[in-house]
């Protein structure tokens, strides 16, 4: 028999300001045992220096992760130009030094190619697999490996400053998958003077605002209290992005025993994913058919 997991069913979304320093994974483990949640976990790693929105999931939402992969993600960050480093950021060693520094109208200029659909290569500090070792793995052990490049949707890349001649601070709004330290890398050698992230903050990941979330010192606070659930934002939240339907007494109860259930029309074409509620509250996520969703995910909330 399986070892019963500890902790409280407890549901909901947590916005945390991650501060700078610490693995998204630590972030995760730090509001699980805070909430003292049975099941946690977060959409979309952040680097360890990098800061701002990480939202985690606590019980039933994380099962909304899965749908938030083409949830669109903002970033603000500064590049230094001039120098290329190890890791593409502030925390690498050195590699390569340019007295070259752009005009503002070369850096508006070499944007575009940046925007849309491109390929971009991760860093060589990066989780990616390869051959079943984490890159970042390889490269602390010395080795250059060679990454294949990857699909990134690019909404949007804009300049917000230029503080000085060595450094552009931009924002940038993309799908999933995407690496800020290959933009900036990739910039630099585009405008002839290399360059790296100096610092780098997500301000929003679909639904979520950063001007909504929480810091560590505020959970820490709260850690272990009833006044902590005052925290949680609604399960449904990260199903933003997909169509509502509202579901009937019965279509909610046959939908949360994993069978296809009545929803009110909506506007929403056959075969289309789209998430049923019943007063307001998440029941399944699913495909909707001839009046009815059928569930994929099932909400037990």
Not at 74 to 85: D, S
Not at 238 to 255: I, S, V
Not at 273 to 281: F, M, N, P, T
Request: some cysteine.
């Amino acid at each position: 028999m399986g070892r019963r997991k500890k902790g409280r069913d407890v549901s909901g979304w947590v916005l945390v300001n991650k501060p700078a320093g610490i693995t998204s994974t630590s972030v995760v483990n730090k509001v699980r045992w805070a909430f003292d949640a049975k099941k946690a976990g977060h959409a979309g790693t952040l680097d360890p220096d990098a800061t701002g929105m990480l939202p985690v999931a606590l019980g039933e939402a994380t099962k909304t992760i899965a749908y938030m992969g083409d949830a669109l993600k903002a970033y603000r960050f500064r590049v230094r130009l001039g120098a290329a480093t190890t890791t593409d950021d502030a925390d690498g060693e050195v590699l390569e030094t340019s007295d070259a520094r752009p005009s503002d109208a070369e850096i508006e200029a070499a944007l575009p190619a940046f925007v849309g659909d491109i390929k971009q290569v991760p860093p060589q500090f990066s989780a990616v697999k390869v051959d079943g070792a984490r890159a970042y793995d390889i490269a602390r052990g010395g080795e250059t490996v060679e990454l294949a490049a990857r699909d990134l949707y690019v909404d949007e890349l804009r300049v917000l400053g230029r503080p000085d001649v060595d450094h552009v601070d931009l924002e940038m709004v993309c799908g999933s998958g995407g690496y800020v330290r290959s933009i900036a890398r990739d910039l630099g050698a585009a405008l002839g003077c290399l360059g790296h992230v100096q610092w780098l903050e997500r301000t929003w990941v679909g639904a979520f605002d950063l001007e909504d979330a929480v810091g560590f010192d505020r959970i820490e606070a709260l850690a272990r209290t009833e006044e902590i659930d005052a925290l949680l934002q609604p399960v449904g939240l990260a199903l933003d992005g997909l169509p509502e339907l509202r579901a009937t007494d019965l279509g909610a109860t046959r939908m949360r025993n994993g069978n296809p259930g009545q929803v009110m029309p909506g506007g929403v074409e056959y075969g289309d994913l789209a998430w049923a509620s019943l007063d307001g509250v998440p029941v399944a996520v699913g495909r909707y058919r001839g009046g009815e969703l059928h569930p994929e995910r099932v909400f037990l909330l």
